[in-house]
């Protein structure tokens, strides 16, 4: 009994099965025609700068700050000095408060809040926003007085002679002091952060921030860089 059933569930079953394999026939491909209302108005196609990484050795303030932004290229500058070349457009001379603008071998008042002597390098010299700044060619505002007063002193044609040791970092201070309109090939390290200060530690994850070795003027800077206080005069 219990078998005759069974065969008659599958016998009955059989029948709905291929029923739900048979459907209609696929209709035939019908093309639509190519649409012919208004067409969409698309931004034009951006034009991408054509700027250059590197001039010789030396990278563009561009080809830095892409390099130190980029997740391939941002180590290329750990623990290795680099060149960078530029245009000094910026300095902090004027932030440098009264109380730090004074000779060698005074200190500054315990409350001389004073910033690092710095300035700051661009491709061109009329760009104000991509900007690379270059600390530690002077420890402090004291050393640069120091050196414009030696130069001021010297005799007619002697300037470029004048020398001076930072007596907190043992390197000598550049001749001529960085100034505004000048172009120079920096070399150093670069990189978020400069630890030379003798007060916290400067950071620029945007820029970099440049510490200076050596610096070499490809064009010097019209006018002698002063500090407040000090009369500036053509450096030729």
């Known amino acids: 009994m219990k078998l005759r059933t069974a065969a008659v569930v599958v016998a009955t079953a059989f029948p709905i099965m291929m029923s739900f394999g048979c459907g209609e026939a696929a209709k035939p491909y019908q093309p639509k025609p190519a649409y012919s209302g208004k067409r969409p108005s698309l931004p034009a196609v951006p034009t991408l700068p054509n700027k250059k990484k590197k001039v010789g050795d030396a990278y563009t303030i561009w080809g830095a700050t892409h390099d130190l932004r980029s997740k391939v290229h941002k180590d290329d500058f750990r623990d290795k000095q680099i060149t960078l070349v530029g245009y ?14 004074h000779k060698t071998g005074k200190a500054d008042p315990p409350d001389c809040n004073a910033p690092v002597p710095t300035f700051w390098i661009a491709d061109d010299q009329g760009e104000k926003k991509h900007l690379i700044p270059v600390m530690g060619f002077a420890s402090n505002f004291a050393q640069l007085y120091t050196l414009i007063e030696g130069i ?21 201070l ?45 064009v010097p800077p019209p006018m002698r860089a002063v500090l407040r206080g000090m009369k500036a005069s053509k450096t030729k």
């Not at 000094?88 to 603008?101: F, G, L, R, S």
């Not at 010297?154 to 470029?160: F, H, N, R, S, V």
């Not at 002679?161 to 390197?171: C, K, N, S």
Request: aromatic share 10%; charged share 30%.
């Open 88 to 101: 000094i457009v910026k300095t902090n001379y004027e932030d440098a408060p009264d109380c730090a603008i």
């Open 152 to 172: 001021d002193k010297a005799p007619k044609g002697e300037e470029d002679e004048v020398e001076l040791m930072d007596e907190f970092w043992g390197m000598d």
């Open 174 to 218: 550049p001749n001529p002091v960085p100034e505004v309109g000048g172009k120079v090939k920096i070399t150093g390290y670069y990189g978020v952060t400069f630890t030379k200060a003798t007060k916290g530690v400067a950071a620029n994850p945007k820029y970099g921030i440049m510490t200076a070795e050596k610096i070499e003027y490809e």
